[in-house]
């Protein structure tokens, strides 16, 4: 798609209207140093021998329909007020010189100020060579103008298309909240024609793909141009939107003493409720973002009507976290701070991972982590404790503002079966370790470690629960933060 087309699909009908001031080009008929080659190699077509710079970018221009390699403004998307960048490949391979780099910041800085998020849609080989060192460095002036839209609490969303490499894709088009890229795009760094020219050799096959580079978590999805919208509509319905009232019924009643062992052999059953569950009965317009390690799930979301982002281990895997997991968890506290959004996590985890792997990997240094982060973060904390709450897997998401526990949920520092093996030399002392210590949701409410239980009566359901548990959340993403500290004294 050209800038225009992908423009007319994502904004509503008629909603355009550009921000770009009239660049002053060279004159064509001046010869310049460095006037062979249109950008990036990706980006070469049919090379001139010897033509000026600006005779390259008058027939650039003819050829686009552009004045440059990108067009920005502003439209509506699905009424939402918006601000666009979008690349133009039509116009030199859609290299980034100077005029180009300036109109990007400039949108930027606009956006930024009339309080818009900003899309944006790439399609560039990077840098414009012929402009060398001086464009180059421009794409610190367009990081420096997003890093401060972030800043501002404004979200910024990316698509990539083919191809977007080089400078481009090592600036505004790696430095999204959220980050997808069109079916089968070249996304890369360096570009495989110049990596042969370098090294003698071609770049190995299907590294620089976006199916690639979704399933290593570096960006957080594929999508077709023309689902773009769809997927649009239900990010920016999380991160605009006001939050909507109410309408789930929060459960009420005290939650009775729970059996320790009763309580961990529940939520090992295969029929437990699961964050999957609670995305599924108590949240609407969601959008998953990239799991490289499924042990983790996270996501933008509403639950009950209220924004968040949920971090929640996911208990269908059945698998340990690992320093993957951790760091995934942690890119969901740090999106949630920079969106100013509340963070909403979510604990069922049989524990950290075991092994040489997750040794070498920093296990604990990433739950220690997750845990520092979590615990100085600025926006509105939930934790729930939802069903297995194990080691320092569970610890990593648990320092919220406010805990919620599903009764029968518990919180050990091993599993039961661990602790007798310690103490006892063996196994059969699970059940009498789980009773001794205190690892219910009733024993940590009376530490206080929980704050809020919730009842699990003999005919719940996954269902039931999981709204139980999203009333729950709701509920307390209502107040500011200062009032939840408050309450908690």
């Excluded at 249109?38 to 070469?44: D, F, N, R, V």
């Excluded at 590294?207 to 594929?222: F, M, P, R, S």
């Excluded at 600025?378 to 648990?398: D, H, N, R, Y």
Aim: proline share 7%; with cysteine; aromatic share 4%.
């Amino acid at each position: 798609m050209s800038a225009r087309e992908l423009i007319d699909v994502v904004l509503d009908e008629g909603s355009f209207e550009s921000w770009d001031r009239a660049i002053e080009q060279p004159d064509p008929g001046k010869a310049e140093p460095g006037a062979v080659g249109l950008g990036e190699p990706e980006a070469e077509a049919g090379r001139p021998e010897a033509v000026s710079y600006g005779e390259q970018l008058a027939a650039a221009a003819r050829r686009a329909g552009t004045d440059e390699a990108v067009v920005t403004g502003r439209g509506l998307m699905r009424g939402r007020a918006v601000a666009v960048v979008v690349s133009e490949f039509g116009f030199l391979g859609g290299s980034i010189g100077r005029a180009a780099a300036a109109r990007i910041a400039e949108a930027v800085v606009r956006a930024t100020g009339e309080g818009l998020p900003v899309l944006a849609s790439t399609a560039s080989g990077g840098t414009r060579m012929q402009e060398g060192a001086p464009a180059f460095v421009e794409m610190v002036r367009i990081s420096r103008a997003l890093m401060a839209h972030k800043a501002a609490g404004l979200p910024y969303l990316v698509h990539l298309r083919h191809p977007t490499t080089g400078g481009v894709f090592a600036s505004w088009g790696s430095l999204g909240h959220i980050t997808v890229a069109e079916p089968g795009a070249l996304v890369g760094f360096l570009g495989p024609k110049v990596y042969e020219a370098l090294y003698g050799e071609a770049f190995p096959a299907g590294v620089q793909t976006a199916e690639n580079l979704a399933a290593h978590g570096v960006i957080d999805g594929v999508v077709e141009s023309a689902e773009l919208p769809v997927l649009l509509d239900r990010a920016l319905g999380v991160l605009v939107d006001p939050p909507t009232e109410p309408v789930l019924t929060r459960r009420t009643g005290e939650a009775g003493p729970a059996d320790g062992w009763d309580s961990v052999l529940r939520t090992r059953r295969p029929d437990r409720i699961g964050v999957r569950d609670l995305l599924r009965h108590g949240a609407t317009s969601t959008v998953r973002l990239t799991e490289p390690d499924a042990s983790i799930l996270v996501a933008l979301t509403r639950l009950d009507g209220r924004p968040c982002v949920l971090v929640g281990q996911d208990r269908s895997q059945n698998k340990a976290m690992g320093p993957t997991a951790l760091r995934q968890a942690r890119r969901g506290m740090r999106l949630a701070e920079d969106l100013g959004l509340p963070l909403v996590t979510v604990i069922d985890t049989p524990g950290a991972e075991l092994s040489r792997e997750a040794e070498e990997g920093g296990v604990a240094a990433e739950i220690a982590q997750c845990i520092a982060t979590l615990a100085t973060l600025k926006v509105p904390t939930i934790s729930v404790l939802l069903g297995q709450g194990t080691g320092g897997g569970a610890l990593a998401l648990l320092p919220a503002t406010t805990v919620i526990a599903a009764e029968h949920a518990w919180l050990a520092p091993l599993p039961p079966e661990g602790a007798s093996a310690i103490m006892y030399g063996d196994t059969t002392h699970a059940p009498a370790m789980a009773s001794t210590q205190r690892i219910t949701a009733a024993d940590l409410k009376e530490i206080g470690t929980v704050h809020h239980v919730i009842p699990e009566p003999d005919d719940d359901t996954p269902e039931s629960l999981a709204k139980a548990i999203a009333a729950e959340c709701a509920a307390h993403l209502s107040g500011d933060r200062r009032e939840q500290l408050a309450d908690l004294g």
